[in-house]
């Protein structure tokens, strides 16, 4: 037989074998309970940091591609506008030597009919 004694009113109970037993079972089981309680929270808890890890490693992986891609966007466009400004440039020199070439044709035309009139008025 075991002696137990009441935590409320300290008044002394004796219980067999089999009831100290119950009792025993009972206690264990309850903290049992409370442990896996306790252990199922703080695993709830580390499932809930690891997630917002996740999210944010992956938030900053999206920030510095589309970092990477807007710098890719920029590069693209000055090459595109240096290609637009060459092209004019070039479009404008051969418009320059054009126009030369017509100037001094011009100017040889002209110079052929000054020839020319000169060449009729010594004749007449």
């Known amino acids: 037989m075991h002696d137990i004694i009441c ?8 219980v067999d074998e089999t009831g100290y037993a119950d009792i025993l079972k009972q206690v264990r089981d309850h903290e049992f309970e409370e442990q896996i309680h306790a252990r199922l929270e ?9 997630v917002e890890l996740a999210k944010s490693q992956l938030s900053i992986q999206l920030h510095s591609e589309q970092a990477a891609k807007d710098l890719e966007i920029q590069d693209l466009k000055g090459q595109l506008e240096s290609g637009e400004a060459a092209k004019k440039l070039a479009v404008n020199e051969a418009k320059t030597a054009v126009e030369k070439e017509r100037d001094v044709l011009l100017n040889q035309l002209e110079q052929l009919k000054q020839d020319k009139l000169s060449a009729v008025q010594l004749i007449e």
Do not use: D, G
């Open 7 to 14: 935590p409320h009113c300290s008044k002394a109970f004796k």
């Open 42 to 50: 703080l695993a709830e808890q580390e499932k809930r940091n690891a």
